[in-house]
């Protein structure tokens, strides 16, 4: 399970290891730069908004913070990676959020933890993934999203093949609830309650945390 970090202050919906496991794992380090890299744009977001209608890019925003470990990680791992500065370059325009220097844009956007990397086509959101990616999960899910698979279309893929696995059922679930998509997430949580016993104090604080849908970019 990727490494993940809550935005403090406010309780989070996505569930990750502890900040003990990412110690341990090695994503959190005192002292990290916070040098941003250059694979994104120097642009204001609004301006990076524009010109990737106007060029008709995807715009790939990376929600992150200083205090974040794994988002220091990615800074210094994923977004240098060539495939993927140079799938950036060919495909989009990447832009780089600081949610404590932005916290209307993140608010509105409804990130709860990070990293969160959101994927936009002309101002809409299409897919986004929450957690640690390495380069090549990065790689394969921006692939998909040039060939309108999103990660949402990965796990109901998964699913049709593993309609009895619970675990995924559930990451599933709150991918949908991540997207803004609670109409569609009800069913899998209803399931988990007649099916998941073994999770249910999990899911049942994920139906308890209060949730905003994400709006369009710009509006």
Same mark, same amino acid.
């Given at each position: ?65 200083? %205090? ?18 140079? %799938? ?104 988990? %309650? ?26």
């Amino acid at each position: 399970m990727p490494c993940i970090e809550p935005i403090p202050i406010a309780q989070s919906s996505t569930s990750g290891v502890s900040e003990s496991e990412c110690v341990k794992s090695g994503l959190v380090s005192a002292g990290l730069a916070t040098t941003r890299p250059p694979v994104f744009t120097s642009l204001d977001l609004g301006t990076a908004l524009e010109r990737s209608r106007s060029a008709q890019r995807l715009l790939v925003v990376d929600a992150t913070a200083p %205090w974040c470990g794994p988002c220091r990680m990615m800074d210094r791992t994923t977004w240098l990676d060539a495939g993927v500065v140079a %799938w950036i370059h060919a495909h989009a325009i990447a832009f780089q959020l600081d949610v404590d220097a932005h916290g209307a844009a993140a608010k509105k956007l409804s990130v709860t933890a990070m990293p969160t990397v959101i994927a936009f086509r002309d101002g809409e959101e299409i897919d986004r993934v929450v957690g640690f990616q390495k380069a090549e999960q990065m790689l394969k899910w921006l692939d998909g999203l040039a060939h309108g698979v999103t990660s949402l279309d990965t796990m109901r893929a998964d699913i049709t093949t593993k309609p009895d696995d619970a675990p995924l059922r559930l990451q599933y679930a709150r991918m949908l609830v991540a997207a803004g998509r609670l109409e569609e997430a009800m069913p899998e949580y209803v399931w988990l %309650w007649k099916h998941g016993r073994d999770l249910v104090s999990i899911y049942a604080f994920d139906c308890d945390v209060s949730l905003t849908r994400t709006q369009p970019l710009g509006r």
